[in-house]
């Protein structure tokens, strides 16, 4: 009888034992893996280093803000175009004080553009191409100081992209006449009176728009559509 309990005792024991071992080997298993270091390198690698680039801003004067500002309407990248004067010596000034000439103003459009996918140098591309640089204070029979050519850039860094802009549009042999434009800093920049925003889209039928806009943009290769 002593022999059975002593047999069942051992038997008990064992099956502790068993079920302990079992129960360690589950834990075991389901304890979460320790991440290498080489793995926490890599997945750092991944994760992006570059700062978005900021909007790009340069204001432009080449002869009547309406012309210009349909053609940068049209070119891929450019954000937002907005008409305006900059350059003057009295603030606030209306459009009637500009057409004198004697505020010391120029015609402007505001340019904001995506640098990502159009450079300065690009938008300084069209703006030779969308008027005369070489005439003095005139844009065919727009005559006046109001409507001289001019860059005003905003920062050093696009001073010195506007320069060597204007060098090399100077030696390109595509003027026959040395150009005139000038490159000064960005002062305060009014915008112009709500009807001259978005001009030639709101009023491409008519007798300036027709004899002048539309064949630029003709030229150009540019859509007459927004």
């Given at each position: 009888m002593k022999a059975i309990q002593n047999t069942f005792c051992l038997l008990v024991s064992l099956c502790f034992v068993s079920c302990g071992f079992a129960a360690e080997s589950t834990k075991s298993t389901t304890?979460?893996?320790?991440?290498?270091?080489?793995?926490?390198?890599?997945?750092?690698?991944?994760?992006?280093?570059?700062?978005?680039?900021?909007?790009?801003?340069?204001?432009?004067?080449?002869?009547?803000?309406?012309?210009?500002?349909?053609?940068?309407?049209?070119?891929?990248?450019?954000?937002?175009?907005?008409?305006?004067?900059?350059?003057?010596?009295?603030?606030?000034?209306?459009?009637?004080?500009?057409?004198?000439?004697?505020?010391?103003?120029?015609?402007?459009?505001?340019?904001?553009?995506?640098s990502v996918k159009i450079s300065l140098e690009k938008v300084l591309e069209v703006f030779w191409?969308?008027?005369?640089?070489?005439?003095?204070?005139?844009?065919?029979?727009?005559?006046?100081?109001?409507?001289?050519?001019?860059?005003?850039?905003?920062?050093?860094?696009?001073?010195?992209?506007?320069?060597?802009?204007?060098k090399l549009a100077d030696k390109s042999g595509e003027f026959r006449r040395p150009i005139v434009t000038e490159v000064t800093k960005a002062s305060t920049f009014y915008k112009a009176e709500e009807y001259h925003q978005n001009y030639f889209n709101l009023n491409s039928n008519a007798p300036y728009c027709r004899a002048v806009i539309w064949p630029k943009l003709l030229k150009l290769g540019l859509k007459f559509k927004e």
């Amino acid at each position: 009888m002593k022999a059975i309990q002593n047999t069942f005792c051992l038997l008990v024991s064992l099956c502790f034992v068993s079920c302990g071992f079992a129960a360690e080997s589950t834990k075991s298993t389901t304890k979460p893996a320790k991440k290498n270091k080489s793995d926490v390198n890599a997945t750092k690698s991944f994760e992006p280093t570059q700062k978005p680039k900021k909007p790009g801003i340069i204001t432009l004067g080449a002869g009547c803000f309406w012309c210009v500002e349909a053609v940068y309407q049209r070119i891929d990248g450019i954000t937002k175009v907005t008409s305006g004067y900059m350059g003057g010596q009295i603030p606030n000034p209306t459009y009637e004080q500009i057409c004198t000439g004697r505020t010391g103003h120029a015609e402007v459009i505001e340019v904001e553009f995506d640098s990502v996918k159009i450079s300065l140098e690009k938008v300084l591309e069209v703006f030779w191409k969308a008027h005369d640089p070489t005439t003095l204070n005139r844009q065919g029979a727009d005559i006046g100081t109001q409507y001289r050519s001019a860059i005003f850039y905003h920062n050093e860094d696009d001073k010195l992209v506007a320069d060597k802009s204007k060098k090399l549009a100077d030696k390109s042999g595509e003027f026959r006449r040395p150009i005139v434009t000038e490159v000064t800093k960005a002062s305060t920049f009014y915008k112009a009176e709500e009807y001259h925003q978005n001009y030639f889209n709101l009023n491409s039928n008519a007798p300036y728009c027709r004899a002048v806009i539309w064949p630029k943009l003709l030229k150009l290769g540019l859509k007459f559509k927004e």
